[in-house]
């Protein structure tokens, strides 16, 4: 009779256990780890640890120096491993859920940093043991790695190598304010779209821009040209002043589009 007593007390512990253990906490809705209307192909190796996934990009820009983006929101902490994961940052997105970007070049957040949805958080790289700039990316819950998922979709089955499957970006597109475009050289900035004087330095790359104004005439030897300004944010130079839109690396005379082929609004 004793043995059957410690058996019921046992099962009753069990059952309690499962009706009251805590829930498991949904997901974010995770996004594109890069910039909106890029497109990146993606691959998985075996022996990679957990469940990760890497990114090089596929529509013609250069994968080195582009943003990497926070998937969602959350708080970001920076580490470095030499012989690792090199230069990367994990955001901790509460309830357990955790993203980690690893190679990266350099770091855009400070640690310990609250970020939102599609805040750049550094830029793409090789540092560690990395053999070419790519985004290595994971998502974990209460640290086990996840498939990864982007918009609810789930990117699996992972492909062996890239170019078998490819992912276009809707990560900080134009609700939150910012166009993301590539340049094809350093841009000087400028006060406005009419000053001659110079401000400051857009790095050649993938930047974010506000919005246009029609300014003063940007022309080369080739007959290429731009009346068109975009109002960014410098690398080196104060917020908020002007690049020509002829430093775009696509669409044109005149015009000034984002790398989605969206237009521009004016400011």
């Known amino acids: ?6 058996v019921l007390v046992g099962l009753a512990a069990i059952v309690a256990g499962l009706l009251f253990a805590p829930p498991a906490h949904a997901a974010p809705n995770f996004k594109a780890p890069y910039p909106c209307g890029q497109t990146w192909t993606y691959s998985h190796h075996s022996a990679e640890v957990r469940q990760a996934l890497d990114f090089v990009r596929s529509d013609g820009g250069a994968t080195a120096g582009t943003p990497v983006l926070a998937s969602a929101g959350g ?9 690792g994961a090199g230069n990367y940052v994990v955001v901790d997105h509460g309830g357990g859920w955790k993203t980690y970007y690893f190679h990266l070049a350099s770091f855009t957040v400070a640690h310990g940093q609250g970020v939102s949805q599609g805040q750049q958080i550094g830029t793409t790289g090789s540092t560690g043991n990395s053999s070419g700039a790519h985004i290595h990316y994971e998502q974990l819950y209460n640290g086990v790695g996840q498939s990864i998922r982007i918009n609810g979709q789930s990117l699996t089955p992972y492909p062996g190598s890239y170019h078998q499957k490819y992912l276009t970006s809707d990560n900080g597109c134009a609700g939150q304010g910012r166009y993301w475009v590539d340049t094809f050289a350093d841009a ?4 406005s779209p009419t000053s001659t004087t110079r401000t400051g330095t857009l790095y050649a790359g993938t930047n974010y821009v506000f919005c246009k104004a029609w300014g003063r005439e940007i022309r080369d030897a080739q007959g290429n040209y731009n009346h068109w300004w975009l109002k960014t944010d410098l690398d080196v130079g104060p917020a908020g002043q002007w690049v020509s839109a002829y430093y775009l690396s696509r669409w044109g005379n005149d015009e000034a589009r984002d790398n989605n082929g969206a237009v521009i609004p004016t400011c």
């Open 1 to 6: 009779m004793r043995q059957l007593r410690v």
């Open 75 to 83: 708080t970001a902490y920076r580490y470095y491993e030499a012989g």
């Open 188 to 191: 000087p900035g400028h006060a």
